[in-house]
């Protein structure tokens, strides 16, 4: 079993809709999660991060965690052609040291026009 | 503000010769991280600086790869030799905390 396991995608968006990722993790003990978008030939850029349960609102964006149910979730509202990317999931296993993130495999996301 | 600079952005070398990887971090950070992302394993951390020193190098593949980081301001990433199974983009990224601040990637083919 994958630490950290997204769908791979393509998550196909009409433009100006809702963009729903998901990501479940294994360590339950997961203190700190976090969400890459990664432009095809780029590198990747955080977009947030979070730390508690709960949601976590950053313009168009939103970061919701359950860590009874082990998961983390990022919402794009109004996605835009230019939200055309593989977004990443990463989480700090307590059973790494501390620079230690794992990383999913990423969700490609396609908005439509 | 420069970003995390990375050399060479692309190389092709031949299996068996000596791969070298620079990268000079944004300043001021004290984190230096180097990964490897390829299609099939996807982004993974190879080893982690904190103020020029080597905190955990696990993810290291194997004794052909080795890392430095001599100063602050400048790491290296040493393929030797070089294996086609080492092709992949590597990443360097800096962090003054949370977060990773990537390079561009350096694109290794090794044929």
């Known amino acids: 079993q994958k630490e950290v396991e997204q769908n791979s995608g393509p998550l196909s968006v009409p433009e100006g809709a809702i963009a729903s990722l998901n990501c479940t993790y294994s360590d339950r003990g997961s203190q700190s999660f976090f969400w890459y978008r990664q432009y095809s030939g780029k590198s990747p850029e955080l977009i947030m991060f979070i730390y508690s349960n709960g949601d976590k609102e950053d313009g168009r964006f939103t970061a919701q965690l359950n860590k009874a149910s082990q998961y983390v979730s990022l919402l794009i509202r109004d996605s835009q052609p230019s939200d055309s990317a593989t977004y990443l999931c990463?989480?700090?296993?307590?059973?790494?040291?501390?620079?230690?993130?794992?990383f999913g495999a990423g969700t490609q996301v396609v908005v439509t026009p | 503000d420069a970003g995390v600079i990375q050399s060479p952005r692309h190389e092709v070398t031949e299996m068996g010769q000596e791969v070298t990887l620079r990268c000079k971090p944004i300043s001021g950070h004290d984190y230096l991280f180097w990964y490897r992302q390829t299609m099939m394993r996807g982004l993974e951390l190879l080893i982690y600086f904190n103020n020029n020193v080597p905190i955990d190098d696990s993810g290291m593949p194997e004794d052909r790869f080795s890392a430095k980081m001599p100063n602050a301001s400048f790491s290296t990433l040493k393929i030797q030799p070089s294996e086609p199974r080492d092709s992949a983009v590597y990443f360097c990224?800096?962090?003054?905390?949370?977060?990773?601040?990537f390079g561009e990637g350096s694109w290794l083919t090794v044929v």
């Open positions: 990463a989480v700090r296993a307590t059973t790494d040291s501390w620079g230690k993130l794992q």
């Open positions: 990224a800096s962090s003054p905390g949370e977060g990773r601040y």
